[in-house]
């Protein structure tokens, strides 16, 4: 059972612009490391993006400087702005959350995980 809510994927032509919404119905997303991962189809699932509580962003070297992740505390809602998107970008983008951001960057398995949400980039 999903326990947080993704929404804000679809298509997008290459170079074009979308945002991840990601919901934690009952939960704090302050008082988490949130972040996101991706999963291409016959690739492994991994680390995308990652907000600490204190608001410490990490990303995975090739998204920087093209994807922002923030957070809107009185929302309890964790952004992913994903620009200049490329083709390779294509895959079911999910969110995750965790007390330990070494789950997010070594590619493991945060404890709590939405339900998954495609986006697909045309070239």
């Known amino acids: 059972q999903a326990q947080l809510v993704e929404s804000g994927g679809g298509l997008a032509q290459a170079g074009g612009s979308l945002r991840l919404s990601c919901l934690a119905p009952?939960?704090?997303?302050?008082?988490?490391?949130t972040g996101w991962f991706r999963q291409a189809p016959g690739k492994e699932r991994q680390f995308v993006a990652a907000?600490?509580?204190?608001?410490?962003?990490y990303y995975r070297d090739p998204v920087k400087g093209r994807f922002t992740i923030s957070r809107d505390s009185a929302k309890n809602t964790v952004y992913l702005q994903m620009n200049s998107l490329k083709p390779e970008d294509t895959a079911v983008y999910y969110c995750?959350?965790?007390?330990?951001?070494?789950?997010?960057?070594?590619?493991?398995?945060?404890?709590?995980w939405g339900q998954g949400t495609q986006v697909t980039v045309s070239s």
């Open positions: 009952g939960r704090t997303v302050s008082n988490y490391v």
């Open positions: 907000i600490s509580w204190s608001g410490s962003t």
């Open positions: 995750a959350a965790d007390p330990s951001i070494v789950l997010f960057t070594t590619d493991g398995r945060p404890y709590y």
